[in-house]
């Protein structure tokens, strides 16, 4: 249900960002549709969904519409029809001309495009949608660029979708050499084919083996690129000429489901990873977040802002696997927090269902050397290295989140200590903050301690007051490294220290795969 919420609430929050009100609504029909604004009123008042579509998309629509002779009195008659997608109504459009329908091609045939193609052909012809002298084998045959001849016994009682379906099996068998065995492969996943036309399938088949140079090979095994859009194929490497130093044909051969992505869609999600300076190289290792659409990487990266344990991780410039597995990834955090683990790395977040659940079941609270370098690195730059080596230096260095040294430097900087100053003392970056400050004020207001070091607190220098505050820290532990657990953890100082973990019988199949377990009744 977790999810679901997320969902809904992601989906709600897209369309409250494209709304139009009423009145911009009245303004952008009225000169559209040849109407006054009290009759776009009334109709928007009866069809209020027409509010939250997009008015690009729309104005879009509006102009195909116009473009194959609908009427706006069709449109005021089936407002639904403004509810499909362009692709869909060009589809529907090329289908129903191809099997005859010219002169009855209106804006009824298009919403009825379903019910029409299931009926046979003598159906047609007596409700003359098509010719009576019509034959429906050879015109079919006139929509192809090569010759294809289903071998196919057929009549009038015939279904108009069932001789569509034995044209698309020649033309593929043909084309692509494809065995029976493909086929019937393809249309068990990818049965949807059928309401593309003969002309965009053909189309789409030409730009994949000759524009990206697709094998017969790489196009079967990827038969889904077949709903492709095929000006979208062409305007993509016109677009985004390449993408981290591939150009778009090879991220294609890589990566072949950004072909279903549109365009424009690539264009904005690339922008928005541009402003967050994450490298272009990163995306290639995570293109799945081309397929979301701008607004949700936008909204999730906004609420990635909003957990501690994600924003410091929004300098990684692996974030993009948090921005794909955030429901996922959120679940998890929540879940390791209740066994008191501090340290889940980006990778345990974000990673296969058993690989998490191995991190769970060993039970070893530590974080990953790489997450604590890319953080080293935001802050100290070309630094980061000898940061590293020194951090490295302390035996309990990898049982610190980022999120608490991310901290511990914020406060340290509004106390007015430079970047200097920390890096050169940078264990301190490991310490709870309430130790640092206690110490820091003993220094600062307590004469027994100032008498016992034998230093004057006046003459000390920023940087030699973090090295006195980290001396009275280890001091206190003996120099052992304990004292990077806070207070209320009890945990061995070795690096073999493991948490105590109780797992609930739900881990196996539930909290692996990013979900919350169902509450058993009767439980609080």
Known sequence: MFGLRVFFRTMCKESTKENMSVLEAIRFFAPRL?????????????????????????????????????????????????????????????????CG?????????????????????????????IPQDLNMYEQFQRQFECT???????????????LRIAFFNAFLAKRLDMTET????????????????????????????YEYKFSREKLIANLYLLHSDPENLLRLPAEVPAIGGLTMREVAMKHPKVLMVNYESVVKVMAILKELNIPEGELLKCMTVLTLSPLTVADRLERLKNVKEFEVLTKHPRVLKLIQYQTKATIRLEYLQQLKVRCASLDVLSSHSQNFERYVREGCDRTKGRDTAHFLKYIFGDRADAALQKIRRHPNWFHVPIAQM?????????????????LDNVHILLYPLNRIEEKLSALIDDRKVQDELGVEIYRASKMQLLALALYLIELEFHFTGDGVWPEQQIQ?????????IELPNSLSTEYKFGKKPAIAPGSS
């Open 492 to 500: 061995q100082s070795d690096s073999g220290s493991s948490i105590t």
């Open 34 to 98: 040849e109407a006054d604004h009290l009759k776009v009123q009334r109709w928007l008042t009866k069809n209020p969904a027409l509010l939250q579509l997009d008015k690009t998309e729309l104005d879009k629509k509006l102009t195909y519409l116009k473009y194959v002779y609908i009427s706006p009195e069709e449109i005021f008659e089936h407002p639904n029809i403004l509810c499909n997608h362009l692709v869909t109504l060009e589809n529907r459009t090329t289908i129903l001309r191809e």
């Open 182 to 209: 493909e086929l019937a492969k393809l249309w068990k996943s990818y049965s949807k084919i059928k309401h593309k036309s003969f002309g965009h399938t053909q189309r789409v088949v030409d730009i994949l083996q």
């Open 406 to 422: 991310q901290d511990t430097f914020e406060a340290l900087l509004k106390l007015k200590y430079s970047r200097e100053d920390i």
């Open 101 to 129: 329908l010219v002169e009855s091609l209106n804006l009824t045939a298009l919403v009825n495009y379903i019910r029409l193609i299931r009926k046979n052909i003598d159906l047609l012809k007596r409700h003359r949608l």
């Open 148 to 162: 294809v001849e289903p071998k196919v016994r057929w009549d009038e009682q015939t279904l108009l979708q069932d």
